[in-house]
């Protein structure tokens, strides 16, 4: 059976809002979930909104919100978003390149080194929310007991998977609710040479948990992250570490007390800007 190749062209909404209101329009489209993207420069008066889903939804948007929709090139966004990026490197252990980048031979090879390709997935590491959820998550890796096992959720382009099986990890279960981050996810999970990760598609939201890991990882909106929260608290074994991220600094202290009024205990906050990375613990029995 021969694979249904992608779509050339992806149809998204555009709306132009101002910086001041962000917070207010995340909480008004979050039920886009992860389709739902925010761009703005540092310090900037406006902020671009853009919104990938289905073509009816895209009608509703623009009859509800103004804006417009736009016929992009979708294989032309998959090579800007593969060109060659920088190197980065998080600890004297850890870093992440370019899919088809080369370490500089000057400097000392980490143990740990990434190889991952954007494309159409979020998660390259260059992101303030995926690099504050590496550094927690090697903080939390190195507390594991042998054999342990990690959940990675709104996995994007599968970094953070990628990066807890390398950490040690025996099994990651992995998924995202966006079907153009999973061909991705793939890719990088081959180029790594992963063989311990199990990648799904699901909705968080309608998603019914039958496991618990020591480990939980979710890099999504902080509006997800509040709705999902009985969902993403089942999953936790007695005293796992979960990593919480996506979260805007307005939203820090609601998305926190939602997490510890079920009994969740604060390790570490990770600020870069406007975002926030939490690392929380599970009480004991």
């Known amino acids: 059976?021969?694979?249904?190749?992608?779509?050339?062209?992806?149809?998204?909404?555009?709306?132009?809002?101002?910086a001041h209101h962000e917070d207010a329009w995340r909480e008004r489209l979050s039920f886009l979930g992860t389709g739902l993207v925010s761009l703005a420069r540092p310090g900037g008066r406006m902020v671009r909104l853009e919104a990938y889903t289905t073509d009816?939804?895209?009608?509703?948007?623009e009859r509800?919100?103004?804006?417009?929709?736009?016929?992009i090139d979708a294989a032309k966004i998959a090579r800007r978003a593969n060109a060659p990026r920088r190197t980065l490197q998080?600890?004297?252990?850890?870093a992440v390149i370019d899919a088809h980048g080369r370490w500089p031979v000057t400097r000392p090879k980490p143990r740990i080194?990434?190889?991952i390709a954007g494309a159409m997935a979020f998660g390259t590491g260059e992101h303030a929310t995926t690099a504050s959820c590496l550094r927690l998550l090697r903080r939390a890796a190195a507390c594991q007991e042998p054999g342990w096992t990690a959940l990675d959720i709104g996995t994007g382009s599968g970094i953070l998977a990628i990066a807890a099986e390398k950490f040690g990890a025996t099994r990651v279960d992995a998924f995202d609710y966006d079907s153009r981050a999973l061909p991705a996810a793939r890719a990088n999970l081959h180029r790594n040479r992963c063989t311990r990760i199990t990648l799904?598609?699901?909705?968080l939201l309608k998603w019914r948990p039958t496991r618990r890991y020591p480990l939980v990882m979710a890099n999504v909106f902080?509006?997800?992250l509040c709705a999902a929260a009985p969902q993403i608290v089942a999953t936790l074994k007695p005293e796992a570490y979960?990593?919480?991220s996506g979260i805007l600094s307005s939203l820090e202290q609601e998305t926190l007390a939602t997490f510890t009024a079920r009994g969740l205990q604060l390790e570490a906050a990770n600020r870069r800007g406007k975002w926030v990375t939490l690392l929380l613990r599970a009480p004991g029995r």
């Not at 509800?64 to 016929?71: A, L, M, N």
């Open 90 to 94: 998080f600890a004297a252990d850890l």
């Open 113 to 115: 080194l990434l190889r």
């Open 200 to 203: 799904t598609r699901r909705d």
């Open 64 to 71: 509800e919100f103004g804006g417009k929709i736009e016929t």
């Open 242 to 244: 979960l990593i919480l």
């Open 56 to 61: 009816a939804t895209l009608r509703h948007l």
């Open 1 to 18: 059976m021969t694979s249904k190749p992608a779509p050339r062209h992806v149809r998204r909404w555009v709306r132009h809002a101002s």
């Open 222 to 224: 902080s509006e997800i």
